[in-house]
């Protein structure tokens, strides 16, 4: 167990030497977030409420889809293409650890940093006035957690593909582009028609942003808690197996040397 804490702890002080980046990556969304708002604010011009949504309502769930998605985001399924490509990979797989623990470390390592910093921004919020929300029951909190480990689980399949691909880079806008339009960050999912809503709310990117702020702000009845927690822990037993399965098939294919 001390070795993963190991390649956690260096993970979180290589990524608090490049601040620069961490910085850069939050102004981006903060530019990306307030153009959404005022986008909204102009829709609600002359509107009371749009669906079950006034105003105030409707800014939180934007600030907080817009600050999870940075959490949520796809940097780490990069890293299994980096090593393969450099033939890097070669060295952890005859150390004497797990990979996929290691890269579950790495995992974490990066995004405490970011949860950290996602964190102090929701406090600044809150005490500017900008949005309210309730604060997360003990279930919620359970659903956002398992969503978050979901996030590992799908990346690591996601990174697995680099076997096979030789250039992952345009798997990142296609995974934005579905956070944005299935995970609810554009606008929320319950705007859609049921008979949609029903269909999509149940995977892995609604999970991702809409289900997690919308039980962040405390909008979700227990069933449904319930509900998606179940979803996401067979989306996590799912992709775990489909993990098994390509790293067997990808190890095969893997010669060990760089490019």
Known sequence: ??????????????????????????????????????????????????????ISEMTTYLILTSLLSVIFSP???FRLSNLISSGKLSILLIRPYSYFFESFSVFLG??????????????CFFLLGLFQFSFPNIV???LVLTNFILLFIFLSVMGELSFWLIEMWPLRPIYNGLLS?????????????????????????SLFGYVNT??????????????????????????QIIYIILWKKGLKKYEGVGI
Do not use: H
């Open 1 to 54: 167990m001390n070795k993963y804490l190991y390649v956690f702890r260096n993970e979180i002080l290589l990524n608090l030497t490049y601040k620069g980046n961490i910085i850069s990556s939050f102004i981006v969304q903060i530019i990306q977030m307030i153009t959404t708002v005022f986008v909204w604010r102009a829709l609600y011009s002359g509107e009371n409420d749009i669906g079950n949504y006034n």
């Open 181 to 205: 339009l299935f995970g609810g960050v554009m606008f929320p999912l319950d705007l859609l028609p049921e008979s949609i809503l029903n269909i999509i709310q149940f995977t892995p990117f």
């Open 214 to 239: 919308k039980a962040i702000m405390g909008e979700l009845s227990d069933d449904a808690m319930f509900n998606f927690l179940i979803a996401s822990m067979l989306w996590i037993i799912f992709f």
């Open 110 to 123: 990066q995004k405490v940093v970011q949860i950290c910093v996602v964190f102090i921004m929701i406090i």
């Open 75 to 77: 940097n780490s399924a």
């Open 140 to 142: 919620s909190i359970l």
